[in-house]
């Protein structure tokens, strides 16, 4: 998140926030993986930054392949 939207927008972790309108912590938690992407957060990211929520869901299940 950070490498393909925060930096190429020049966005802080705060206005990240306020695009998706979350609370920063949450969006906070997010980039550092200290939280999943659940359905509702999915639909957030999806309409805050222009993609699917099934991008975000299935980003999220490599994820966790990974671990």
């Known amino acids: 998140m950070e490498k393909n939207y925060l930096i190429p927008n020049n966005w802080s972790p705060d206005q ?3 695009v998706l309108m979350m609370p920063v912590q949450e969006v906070k938690d997010l980039i550092s993986g200290k939280l999943s992407i659940t359905e509702m957060r999915a ?19 490599i994820r966790r392949k990974k671990e």
Request: aromatic share 10%; hydrophobic share 45%; proline share 0%.
């Open 43 to 61: 639909c957030h990211l999806a309409a805050g930054l222009d993609t699917s929520k099934e991008f975000w869901l299935q980003l999220e299940r």
């Open 16 to 18: 990240l926030a306020s």
